[in-house]
Protein backbone atom coordinates (compact mmCIF):
# COMPACT_ATOMS: atom_id res chain seq x y z
CA UNK A 1 0.00 0.00 0.00
CA UNK A 2 3.06 2.38 0.89
CA UNK A 3 4.50 1.89 -2.63
CA UNK A 4 1.57 2.70 -4.54
CA UNK A 5 0.89 5.56 -2.75
CA UNK A 6 4.42 6.62 -3.28
CA UNK A 7 3.83 5.57 -7.12
CA UNK A 8 0.94 7.90 -6.94
CA UNK A 9 2.62 11.18 -5.74
CA UNK A 10 5.45 10.56 -7.88
CA UNK A 11 3.13 10.25 -11.07
CA UNK A 12 1.30 13.23 -9.87
CA UNK A 13 4.55 15.29 -9.81
CA UNK A 14 5.40 14.39 -13.16
CA UNK A 15 2.22 15.16 -14.52
CA UNK A 16 1.82 18.54 -13.27
CA UNK A 17 5.89 19.67 -13.95
CA UNK A 18 4.79 18.22 -17.61
CA UNK A 19 1.64 19.98 -17.65
CA UNK A 20 2.94 22.96 -16.92
CA UNK A 21 5.16 23.48 -19.85
CA UNK A 22 2.91 21.98 -22.25
CA UNK A 23 1.70 24.24 -24.84
CA UNK A 24 -2.05 24.65 -24.15
CA UNK A 25 -4.48 24.88 -26.61
CA UNK A 26 -8.05 26.18 -25.77
CA UNK A 27 -11.54 24.88 -27.00
CA UNK A 28 -14.19 26.81 -25.33
CA UNK A 29 -13.21 27.07 -21.82
CA UNK A 30 -11.62 23.59 -21.66
CA UNK A 31 -7.71 22.80 -22.15
CA UNK A 32 -7.20 20.07 -24.97
CA UNK A 33 -3.37 19.69 -23.75
CA UNK A 34 -4.05 19.15 -19.66
CA UNK A 35 -3.39 16.06 -18.01
CA UNK A 36 -5.17 16.51 -14.52
CA UNK A 37 -8.42 17.53 -13.39
CA UNK A 38 -9.13 18.40 -9.61
CA UNK A 39 -13.15 18.34 -9.68
CA UNK A 40 -15.92 18.55 -7.46
CA UNK A 41 -20.10 17.67 -7.00
CA UNK A 42 -22.47 18.95 -5.67
CA UNK A 43 -25.47 16.89 -5.52
CA UNK A 44 -29.34 15.84 -4.46
CA UNK A 45 -31.04 12.57 -4.76
CA UNK A 46 -32.81 9.18 -3.75
CA UNK A 47 -31.28 5.87 -2.44
CA UNK A 48 -33.92 3.12 -2.17
CA UNK A 49 -34.66 -0.54 -2.15
CA UNK A 50 -34.43 -3.91 -1.07
CA UNK A 51 -30.94 -6.62 -1.69
CA UNK A 52 -29.27 -9.15 0.23
CA UNK A 53 -27.10 -10.31 -2.31
CA UNK A 54 -30.29 -10.87 -4.77
CA UNK A 55 -32.62 -7.91 -5.28
CA UNK A 56 -32.34 -3.80 -5.99
CA UNK A 57 -31.41 -1.44 -4.36
CA UNK A 58 -30.39 2.14 -6.33
CA UNK A 59 -29.15 5.73 -5.85
CA UNK A 60 -30.40 8.73 -8.84
CA UNK A 61 -29.19 11.82 -8.28
CA UNK A 62 -28.32 15.39 -9.88
CA UNK A 63 -25.77 17.45 -9.78
CA UNK A 64 -23.12 19.86 -11.06
CA UNK A 65 -19.24 18.60 -11.90
CA UNK A 66 -17.38 22.20 -11.97
CA UNK A 67 -13.51 21.58 -12.60
CA UNK A 68 -10.19 23.46 -12.76
CA UNK A 69 -7.27 22.15 -14.63
CA UNK A 70 -3.43 23.78 -14.70
CA UNK A 71 -3.21 26.89 -16.35
CA UNK A 72 -6.94 28.49 -14.71
CA UNK A 73 -9.04 26.38 -17.05
CA UNK A 74 -12.34 24.93 -15.97
CA UNK A 75 -14.80 23.35 -17.12
CA UNK A 76 -18.78 22.14 -15.40
CA UNK A 77 -21.41 20.07 -16.46
CA UNK A 78 -25.27 19.49 -15.14
CA UNK A 79 -24.70 15.54 -14.41
CA UNK A 80 -27.47 12.39 -13.69
CA UNK A 81 -24.71 10.06 -10.89
CA UNK A 82 -26.29 6.31 -10.88
CA UNK A 83 -25.37 3.66 -8.25
CA UNK A 84 -27.39 0.48 -8.64
CA UNK A 85 -26.05 -3.07 -10.06
CA UNK A 86 -28.23 -5.84 -11.66
CA UNK A 87 -30.32 -8.07 -9.52
CA UNK A 88 -27.38 -10.03 -8.55
CA UNK A 89 -24.52 -8.61 -6.97
CA UNK A 90 -22.47 -8.00 -3.24
CA UNK A 91 -24.74 -5.45 -2.00
CA UNK A 92 -27.06 -5.39 1.57
CA UNK A 93 -29.13 -3.32 1.97
CA UNK A 94 -33.04 -2.06 2.47
CA UNK A 95 -34.62 1.35 2.56
CA UNK A 96 -35.07 4.63 1.48
CA UNK A 97 -32.96 7.25 1.89
CA UNK A 98 -33.46 11.31 0.42
CA UNK A 99 -29.86 12.34 0.74
CA UNK A 100 -27.65 15.58 -0.53
CA UNK A 101 -23.79 15.36 -0.72
CA UNK A 102 -20.50 16.46 -2.15
CA UNK A 103 -17.99 14.63 -3.65
CA UNK A 104 -13.88 15.06 -4.62
CA UNK A 105 -12.76 13.94 -7.75
CA UNK A 106 -8.73 13.81 -9.35
CA UNK A 107 -8.56 12.96 -13.09
CA UNK A 108 -4.87 12.34 -14.64
CA UNK A 109 -3.49 11.63 -17.70
CA UNK A 110 -6.95 13.00 -19.40
CA UNK A 111 -7.10 15.90 -22.29
CA UNK A 112 -10.39 17.02 -21.10
CA UNK A 113 -12.38 16.55 -18.05
CA UNK A 114 -15.61 15.82 -19.57
CA UNK A 115 -13.67 11.28 -20.01
CA UNK A 116 -14.74 11.79 -15.84
CA UNK A 117 -18.04 10.82 -17.28
CA UNK A 118 -18.62 7.22 -17.71
CA UNK A 119 -18.83 4.04 -15.67
CA UNK A 120 -17.00 3.41 -12.42
CA UNK A 121 -16.26 0.68 -9.85
CA UNK A 122 -17.88 2.27 -6.45
CA UNK A 123 -17.63 0.87 -2.83
CA UNK A 124 -20.24 2.60 -0.95
CA UNK A 125 -22.46 2.78 2.56
CA UNK A 126 -25.59 4.27 4.29
CA UNK A 127 -26.89 4.04 7.41
CA UNK A 128 -29.72 6.47 8.84
CA UNK A 129 -32.52 6.15 11.24
CA UNK A 130 -34.71 9.33 10.19
CA UNK A 131 -30.98 10.90 9.53
CA UNK A 132 -27.60 9.79 9.10
CA UNK A 133 -24.54 9.55 6.60
CA UNK A 134 -23.62 8.05 3.95
CA UNK A 135 -20.24 7.65 1.83
CA UNK A 136 -18.75 6.43 -1.38
CA UNK A 137 -14.94 5.84 -2.82
CA UNK A 138 -14.80 5.01 -6.98
CA UNK A 139 -12.66 4.68 -9.07
CA UNK A 140 -12.14 4.85 -13.50
CA UNK A 141 -9.10 2.97 -14.85
CA UNK A 142 -9.05 3.59 -18.87
CA UNK A 143 -5.95 3.35 -20.26
CA UNK A 144 -4.22 5.93 -20.28
CA UNK A 145 -6.93 7.44 -17.75
CA UNK A 146 -7.15 7.25 -14.19
CA UNK A 147 -10.08 8.71 -11.63
CA UNK A 148 -10.62 8.82 -8.25
CA UNK A 149 -14.07 10.57 -6.58
CA UNK A 150 -14.82 10.25 -2.55
CA UNK A 151 -17.98 11.48 -1.55
CA UNK A 152 -19.74 12.58 1.87
CA UNK A 153 -23.52 12.05 2.14
CA UNK A 154 -26.17 13.45 4.36
CA UNK A 155 -29.06 11.25 4.63
CA UNK A 156 -32.87 11.64 5.68
CA UNK A 157 -35.21 8.39 5.71
CA UNK A 158 -34.68 4.91 7.42
CA UNK A 159 -32.38 2.05 6.47
CA UNK A 160 -29.10 0.82 5.77
CA UNK A 161 -27.04 -0.14 3.11
CA UNK A 162 -23.28 -1.21 2.00
CA UNK A 163 -21.93 -2.74 -0.86
CA UNK A 164 -19.96 -2.38 -4.01
CA UNK A 165 -21.45 -1.59 -7.15
CA UNK A 166 -21.11 0.17 -10.24
CA UNK A 167 -21.47 4.19 -10.69
CA UNK A 168 -22.41 6.35 -13.36
CA UNK A 169 -22.06 9.65 -14.30
CA UNK A 170 -24.03 11.15 -17.37
CA UNK A 171 -24.36 14.58 -18.51
CA UNK A 172 -27.75 16.50 -18.75
CA UNK A 173 -28.21 18.88 -20.60
Known sequence: MKKLAVILALSLAGVFAHAESADSQVQGDVSINGRAWACGLAFK??????????????????????CKGLLNKHYSQNVKITIGHHWLGPTVGAGYFKLAGVSSEISLF???PSVILGKYKVAQGEAAIIGGVGAFTAVKVGLPQ???NISLQLLKGVGVQVGIDKLRIEAVD
Not at 56 to 64: D, E, I, N, R
Request: no cysteine; net charge positive; proline share 0%.
Open 45 to 66: GTSKGLKVIVGHFSTVAYGTLT
Open 146 to 148: LAF
Open 110 to 112: NSS
